[in-house]
Antibody, heavy 123, light 110 residues
Framework: EVQLVESGGDLVQPGGSLRLSCAAS????????MNWVRQAPGKGLEWVSY????????YYADSVKGRFTISRDNAQNSLYLQINSLRAEDTAVYYC????????????????WGQGTLVTVSS | QSVLTQPPSASGTPGQRVTISCSGS????????VNWYQQLPGTAPKLLIH???QRPSGVPDRFSGSKSGTSDSLAISGLQSEDEADYYC???????????FGGGTKLTVL
């Protein structure tokens, strides 16, 4: 079964940093583009960042640009999100998701999603 | 404020048909396909509909999607108690160079 498992979430003080990981299994990771999506407590979903299979193309939401860095290690079947200068509004469950379809045509979707990892920013 | 607009809530009785709307603009729904995700309480989102109207394997045919112009809708027929969940629409946005989501619709089965 295709699986994504996130880890690395924690309670962090404002201004702090954290590195989230997403371990992929049961599919050829280096063939797929990947995303991070987050969900603040009691709120809706917000796309955070995208990385292509070869890491050649990366996108960020404006809300995290300059503070978050997405990366991947295809040899380790792993996706990462380095989050710096954390703010209270970054408190959320962070999900990784595989991207299917064709990003160039605008016909693409996320499947599957991991179970998420909670990042709490508080002093 | 979400880029895609959904009603915050919807409800129906078992067996009924309910629809959830999703309104966008020319840069997202108007030029790209729409996907729907179901989030059961306390769980991660799950793909429900992709490419406007395609159901992944395992999704019952009670769920259907349709798109018209810059709007989309999710229809659920033969409503069941296990359909009680949050539903989100999403699409790629050409102007933002990223994906946009609706604010989510909480479906209650009365």
């Amino acid at each position: 079964e295709v699986q994504l498992v996130e880890s690395g979430g924690d309670l962090v003080q404002p201004g702090g940093s954290l590195r989230l990981s997403c371990a992929a299994s049961e599919f050829t990771f280096n063939n797929y583009n990947m995303n991070w999506v987050r969900q603040a407590p009691g709120k809706g979903l917000e796309w955070v960042s995208y990385i292509s299979a070869s890491s050649s193309t990366i996108y960020y939401a404006d809300s995290v640009k300059g503070r978050f860095t997405i990366s991947r290690d295809n040899a380790q079947n792993s996706l990462y999100l380095q989050i710096n200068s954390l703010r209270a509004e970054d408190t959320a469950v962070y999900y990784c998701a595989r991207v299917l379809g064709n990003i160039l045509t605008g016909n693409n979707w996320f499947d599957p999603w991991g179970q998420g990892t909670l990042v709490t920013v508080s002093s | 404020q979400s880029v895609l607009t959904q009603p915050p809530s919807a409800s129906g009785t078992p067996g009924q048909r309910v629809t959830i709307s999703c309104s966008g603009s020319s840069s997202n729904i108007g030029s790209n396909t729409v996907n729907w995700y179901q989030q059961l309480p306390g769980t991660a989102p799950k793909l429900l509909i992709h490419s406007n109207d395609q159901r992944p394997s395992g999704v019952p045919d009670r769920f259907s999607g349709s798109k018209s112009g810059t709007s989309d809708s999710l229809a659920i027929s033969g409503l069941q108690s296990e359909d009680e969940a949050d539903y989100y629409c999403a699409a790629w946005d050409d102007s933002l160079n990223g994906w946009v989501f609706g604010g989510g619709t909480k479906l209650t089965v009365l």
